[in-house]
């Protein structure tokens, strides 16, 4: 139901999608939904970094060669940058906290958790190319760490790009049903059409 009458802010923030939700109920289910986005991630990266900094203090640390210490500074500073990244949502949090800014704040840590999973699977693909380097070679090393990267792009990009384009094909193609059923005078109501 579109209800048009009333205060902007008691309407929906979007008729056509089923939920039957105001904007500020949209922006908190939103933040709701980063935030347990942000405490898989965050985790994640602290683990990466804990196990990249403990590294440099094993025994066969000094077995590493020039290139393979070049690598391992250069994931040390990723996975830090990294975890800096996912932990900036909070600050921004804090400073924007009662200001009425969920807007603004929902849609900035939207982008910084899209850095971060960037710098994840830069992190990972070059751990995974760092140990492979050292127990196979350099060959063995940079095949692990495209592999792992082909294999990141595929889950986290190509994935859901295409699971997006069909859900928006399935919708425009049930509204279209929708539409022809009401204009031929049937009862399909704004729930039928919906997913």
């Known amino acids: 139901m579109n209800d048009t009458t009333g205060n902007a802010a008691d309407q929906d923030a979007d ?11 949209r922006l908190d289910r939103n933040w709701d939904e980063i935030l347990q986005e942000l405490r898989v991630i965050q985790t994640g990266t602290q683990i990466l970094t804990g196990f990249l900094l403990a590294a440099v203090f094993q025994s066969r640390f000094s077995d590493l060669d ?6 391992y500074a250069c994931l040390v500073v990723a996975t830090i940058l990294t975890t800096v990244m996912g932990l900036a949502p909070v600050s921004l949090h804090r400073v924007l906290f009662r200001q009425r800014a969920k807007a603004t704040i929902v849609a900035s840590t939207d982008r910084l958790l899209q850095v971060t999973m960037g710098g994840v699977a830069i992190t990972l693909a070059g751990t995974a190319m760092l140990i492979f380097d050292f127990v196979f070679g350099r060959v063995g090393g940079v095949l692990a760490g495209v592999g792992v990267l082909a294999v990141v792009c595929m889950l986290w990009v190509v994935l859901p790009r295409l699971l997006r384009r069909r859900a928006a094909a399935e919708a425009a193609a049930s ?6 059923v009401d204009q031929r005078g049937g009862s399909a109501t704004s729930n039928d059409r919906r997913e």
């Open 15 to 25: 008729p056509d999608d089923g939920r039957h939700e105001t904007l500020t109920e």
């Open 66 to 71: 020039d290139y393979q210490r070049t690598v």
């Open 175 to 180: 509204h279209r049903i929708g539409r022809s």
